[in-house]
């Protein structure tokens, strides 16, 4: 079944993502949601019948607030009774009944700290993975890394640990209300709009809290609207009670006009959790509340969802995009702010290093369409930057270097090439026709296999039993080879990674034909 997302992939679009805490608590252990939260430090601050209490609140706030729908009561209740655990476990802090690592009296004078914030930072500063989810994690991985801007409400780091634990280009973060008033590239950024478990001071949790982040909403509503504007829309790890995203999603829909509004339903998403549901169900619901329709997705399958996002491909990721942005406006605007400036001829991956060779010279940079300068990777350099820092290798560049090696040399490739329209690209006919035969040439894994030498194709379990036998390095690259459909995949990656490791940092220019072989077959194996 077609969805929205296959059609977001067609259009090749970076989305905009909000992350709730729904997908913090799919991927780790023991994560609370709201009421969890605090009913878990209602007992630390030594308070007795938390739901009791919240049953009188809402009760009361009821009353009060005869307006609110049960969305609105329910928030209002959790952010008063926020208030109230935040005043009384304050009090026995400072009264040394109650104590927190790392963390002393003396240090909330001094900083004017919350220890109510710095403990429930605290309880968000470490994290684990829950058992069975590493897949799904790796396809989560690899979807944020192509989101053009991620805005999240939850506390943790786990967000920007896993875009960070991929490639040297890591996403910029802005923590509460900071980063919506300072100049900003809208590519490879996080807002935490509620603050971060690194931050403990900007963590909106009770009343006051919320009363000071409402006096900023408007502005903070227009930059988000701003960049709500040019890219898709997705939600997930948020239900659409949530009071938070209603109000963005309303604030963003009233001020569209009406055939914006209609535009609107092709670009907000909604994931929602369907427990046991293994496909894609697109519902299109139209909520007048919000003033808009939006597509929901309903699925226990996020990684589906994850790929689907993955397979956007600009050629270039969203924190490269920041990275030439900043260091372009630094060598344009900057530098020409002190007068005239030099031309430099840089190629792309030599920016990486601009930012060293500007100094306080006279710079500028022409960026055109119509020729490429660029720099053609050696074969070590190819291989590892290919399995281990996929961020490195431009799709262009690493098209153009696999159409210059030997079409039927062994040499990992079909990651760039199994869902890529050639005669789309700009290679010159001739490049395209080899890789076309390269395709044809190397089908599946048992195309390299079936050319180890006979006396290799030793069966054996595991990579441990292999390397126990001391074999020469050749034999033993070819047996992993012969034996690896059936071997552990991520022993068979770091494997791999520890062999190139050796001759990238050896400065060799060349791999033996064994390993070829081997990186072939892992590579057809995993990317098919």
């Keep these: 079944m077609t969805t929205v997302l296959d059609s977001l992939a067609e259009k090749n679009e970076f989305p905009i993502v909000f992350i709730g805490s729904g997908i913090s608590k799919r991927f780790l252990n023991d994560f609370p949601d709201w009421p969890t939260l605090l009913a878990e430090f209602w007992v630390k601050a030594g308070m007795q019948n938390f739901y009791g209490e919240l049953n009188n609140v809402l009760s009361r706030v009821k009353s009060e607030y005869p307006e609110f729908n049960d969305r609105e009561v329910e928030h209002e209740a959790y952010i008063q009774i926020g208030a109230t655990l935040e005043t009384t476990f304050n009090q026995r802090f400072n009264d040394g009944e109650i104590l927190i690592e790392g963390f002393t009296s003396h240090d909330s004078f001094r900083t004017r700290l919350s220890p109510f914030k710095k403990a429930v930072a605290n309880r968000f500063l470490s994290y684990s993975l829950r058992d069975g989810m590493e897949v799904e994690y790796e396809s989560f991985v690899k979807m944020i890394r192509k989101t053009q801007i991620i805005l999240t409400t939850n506390y943790d780091t786990f967000v920007e640990d896993s875009y960070n634990s991929l490639g ?21 950024e996080l807002y935490k709009l509620h603050g971060c478990a690194q931050s403990p001071s900007d963590i909106v949790l009770a009343k006051e809290d919320y009363n000071k982040f409402d006096k900023n909403s408007v502005l903070i509503s227009a930059k988000i609207i701003s960049m709500m504007l040019t890219s898709p829309i997705i939600f997930m790890g948020y239900s659409l009670t949530d009071v938070n995203v209603r109000k963005i999603i309303s604030d963003f829909s009233s001020s569209l006009s009406d055939a914006e509004v209609q535009l609107l339903e092709e670009r907000l998403i909604l994931l929602e959790w369907s427990e046991g549901e293994q496909g894609l169900v697109e519902e299109v619901l139209n909520d007048r509340d919000l003033g808009c329709k939006l597509k929901v997705i309903k699925t226990d399958n996020y990684g589906l969802v994850f790929d689907k996002i993955s397979s956007v491909n600009q050629g270039v990721t969203p924190s490269e995009v920041r990275k030439y942005q900043h260091v372009i406006k630094q060598l344009i605007v900057d530098r020409g702010r002190k007068g005239s400036l030099n031309s430099l001829l840089v190629s792309p991956v030599q920016l990486e290093d601009i930012e060293e060779r500007i100094g306080d010279g006279k710079l500028v940079v022409a960026l055109g369409d119509t020729t490429y300068i660029f720099r053609m990777p050696d074969l070590v350099s190819y291989s590892y930057d290919y399995f281990f820092e996929s961020d490195q290798l431009n799709t262009d560049i690493a098209l153009r270097f696999i159409a210059s090696q030997n079409k039927k040399s062994r040499l990992p490739f079909l990651k760039f ?43 054996v379990d595991t990579i441990e039993e292999i390397i126990e036998q001391k074999f020469k390095q050749d034999k033993e690259y070819d047996v992993i080879a012969y034996n690896s459909p059936r071997l552990d995949l991520d022993k068979l990656h770091d494997y791999i990674k520890e062999k190139l490791s050796i001759f990238r940092d050896g400065g060799a220019r060349g791999i033996p034909t064994s390993l070829r072989r081997l990186i072939t077959t892992y590579d057809l194996i995993i990317n098919k």
């Design 168 to 188: 040297t280009n890591q996403i910029k973060k802005f923590i509460g209300q900071k980063g919506f008033f300072t100049e900003t590239f809208n590519y490879a």
């Design 417 to 459: 090439t199994k869902d890529l329209n050639l005669d789309e690209t700009n290679l010159h006919p001739f490049d395209k026709e080899k890789i076309k035969q390269r395709i044809a040439a190397f089908p599946d894994a048992n195309v390299c296999i079936k050319t180890i030498n006979s006396s290799y194709k030793v069966k």
